[in-house]
């Protein structure tokens, strides 16, 4: 069945720094994947997607590209700020568009 | 409406208790999914209706959780017998399309059987 891999958290940077969090998948078929964030108190919110090999997601600064070779999404930042303090989940969508499989998520935290 | 809304936010219920969660999707959204969520754990499907059938239940533990949505609009997931492991965050989502485009999420139910 279709599973998601992410690295274990906590992350802990310093504002300013470069984000990685890695996401790798198992999936028959060609999947859509995506990222999604869960700041402090609020609900999931859709950060970005891509739904083809080589894809390339975007948002608020966030970039991911759908590696089919290598199975993986990761999520990349170059430059974080307090305000992206939240968790972040890697998820798979299958093909019958049915239902989204998550990965557990990457608690960050981003000091001053 | 504007997002996906879920009531009641926090329900307390003691163990053996029936409840019942509420999700009102976005206008217009055919597909609805429940999710669950515990805690420090990624969200975990449930069910998926497309319109006002069950088009997917294979993620529903077992036969005290059940869900409908009987106008194709408003959905409502029921739990009998309720035991202290089905403790956890119940999240609604709604999306246009189908899970291959992103769902837009509810902020979700916690529920605490006690």
């Known amino acids: 069945g279709n599973s998601v891999t992410q690295m274990e958290g906590p992350v802990t940077l310093s504002e300013e720094a470069f984000l990685t969090i890695n996401c790798t998948y198992t999936?028959?078929?060609?999947?859509?994947l995506f990222w999604y964030v869960q700041y402090p108190g609020e609900g999931l919110q859709l950060l970005l997607k891509?739904?083809?090999?080589?894809d390339k997601g975007s948002n608020k600064g966030f970039e991911a590209t759908y590696r089919k070779e290598t199975t993986s999404f990761h999520l990349e930042k170059g430059s974080v700020q307090v305000s992206d303090s939240a968790v972040y989940f890697c998820?798979?969508?299958?093909?019958?568009?049915?239902?989204?499989?998550f990965g557990e998520g990457t608690q960050l935290t981003v000091n001053p | 409406g504007a997002g996906v809304s879920q009531t009641p936010s926090n329900k307390v219920t003691e163990k053996g208790k029936y409840v019942e969660l509420r999700c009102d999707p976005i206008?217009?959204?055919?597909?609805l999914y429940w999710y669950r969520q515990s805690l420090g754990q990624g969200p975990e499907f449930l069910i998926y209706?497309?319109?006002?059938?069950?088009?997917?239940d294979s993620g529903l533990p077992n036969d005290r959780f059940f869900a409908v949505r009987p106008e194709g609009s408003v959905s409502t997931l029921k739990i009998q017998r309720t035991e202290r492991g089905d403790s956890a965050v119940y999240l609604c989502?709604?999306?246009?399309?189908?899970?291959?485009?992103?769902?837009?999420f509810g902020s979700g139910t916690r529920l605490t059987v006690v």
């Open positions: 206008s217009g959204h055919t597909a």
């Open positions: 989502a709604s999306s246009p399309q189908g899970a291959a485009y992103g769902y837009t």
């Open positions: 891509a739904t083809k090999a080589d």
């Open positions: 209706f497309q319109g006002t059938g069950a088009a997917d």
């Open positions: 998820a798979l969508g299958d093909v019958s568009g049915s239902r989204l499989t």
């Open positions: 999936a028959t078929g060609y999947p859509s």
